[in-house]
């Protein structure tokens, strides 16, 4: 079996930090991917993962994928994410700020965020502590949950990708399944329903498809357990990674995935290249799922709510040129994507070395 070492080298990170406090039962890993563009800025996931192995994998992958992702979009900020083991109702003051100073510690190396189960209160909490945190609410001088605007990113991308797949944009009347109607699921839902889209939904938190149909009617609720048997167009995956694998994709009948979840590919290699033989459109995750962290990187430089509108805009475009740089280099619209965010990175680290 790979040693850990072995995967933090084979996937390029340049730190894993280790954090563990007995008082508050804090356990959390802090994955730096790479600094070449700035500060290695992503979320912080809150996790019961079943073993600590799970967790680490977890950090390194999202991680890279955040280099990726800050890359394509154009930020001076490099790629981090971080994990905490723990069941979110673990979650406390205490916690959340001994974590803070495990941030601080770095001294800006790694600026952290929200994620799957954490909220703005849970960053106001970090604030507390160190400066290296956006996702702050507004009333404490931040630009609040990024959710909305990863949101409007995702439907920029499926947009382009309907455009491709049909020979126009327009959602209205598309069957598309959102799988996770969290916080960003639920944003979506808002933006496919006002275009006129037939949504479906599907959650294994019964809370979340409560609220989610209190919010917005003639949404159609689906078992989560028989979602890649539905016939669909639109396959959006706003819950968690690695749904697209062996199993999910001989079974999917759509003609485009595209949605906010990280990681949607199992095994990127293997998945990307069985969605094209199947003829399914495939809008890379660490592509159109970029509002959020253009939103929250605004807080860095002041943050100006015109320009990040323009901002994640500009996903739709971007999407579109990925999928002609797939077609052009006869590849996957996934490896595209990374050949686009690692060019972006070879020529800053060429640049800086001549400095
Ligand atoms: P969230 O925790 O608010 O929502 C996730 C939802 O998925 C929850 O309702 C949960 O019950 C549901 N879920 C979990 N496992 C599921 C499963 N197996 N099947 C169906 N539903 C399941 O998280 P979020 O902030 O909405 O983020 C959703 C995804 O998008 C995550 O993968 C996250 O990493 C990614 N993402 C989020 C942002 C952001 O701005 N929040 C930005 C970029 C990427």
């Excluded at 974590?99 to 770095?106: A, D, E, H, K, P």
């Excluded at 800006?108 to 909220?119: H, L, P, R, S």
């Excluded at 609220?211 to 159609?220: F, W």
Aim: charged share 20%; aromatic share 6%; proline share 3%.
């Amino acid at each position: 079996m790979q040693s850990l070492f072995e995967k933090v080298q084979q996937m390029g990170h340049e730190q894993v930090v280790f954090c563990h406090d007995a008082h508050s039962g804090l356990k959390a890993i802090i994955a730096i991917h790479n600094t070449t563009l700035g500060p290695a800025l992503g979320g912080t996931r809150v996790w019961n993962y079943k073993s600590h192995e799970d967790a680490i994998v977890d950090a390194l992958r999202l991680s890279r994928g955040m280099t990726y992702k800050n890359a394509i979009s154009g930020l001076n900020i490099g790629g981090g994410k971080a994990v905490i083991i723990a069941d979110p109702s673990q979650k406390s003051e205490v916690l959340w700020r001994r974590y803070g100073r495990f941030v601080n510690s770095l001294n800006g190396k790694y600026i952290t965020a929200e994620d799957v189960n954490t909220n703005t209160s849970d960053m106001e909490f970090v604030s507390l502590e160190t400066k290296f945190v956006t996702g702050v609410p507004e009333y404490a001088g931040g630009s609040g949950d990024p959710s909305p605007f990863t949101a409007t990113g995702v439907y920029m991308g499926m947009k382009a990708s309907a455009k491709k797949a049909y020979g126009n944009d327009s959602l209205a009347g598309k069957k598309v399944l959102v799988q996770g109607t969290g916080h960003v699921g639920q944003y979506l839902i808002g933006h496919l329903v006002a275009e006129g889209a037939k949504v479906m939904v599907s959650d294994i938190d019964a809370a979340k498809i409560k609220s989610a149909v209190e919010k917005y009617r003639n949404i159609e609720v689906v078992d989560n357990a028989g979602i890649f048997d539905l016939d669909m167009d639109i396959y959006a995956p706003c819950a968690l990674g690695a749904t697209l694998n062996d199993d999910s994709i001989g079974r999917l009948k759509c003609a485009i995935v595209a949605g906010a979840a990280n990681n949607q590919l199992a095994d990127e290699n293997a998945h990307g290249p069985m969605l094209v033989k199947k003829g399914i459109l495939y809008a890379p995750d660490f592509l159109i799922n970029a509002g959020g962290v253009i939103n929250v990187s605004a807080e860095l430089e002041g943050y100006n709510i015109e320009k990040v509108n323009s901002a994640v805009e500009k996903i739709y475009n971007r999407t579109l040129d990925i999928y002609a740089l797939s077609e052009k280099e006869n590849t996957h619209p996934q490896a595209a994507a990374m050949i686009m965010a690692q060019q972006r990175l070879d020529d800053i680290a060429k640049m800086k070395s001549r400095m």
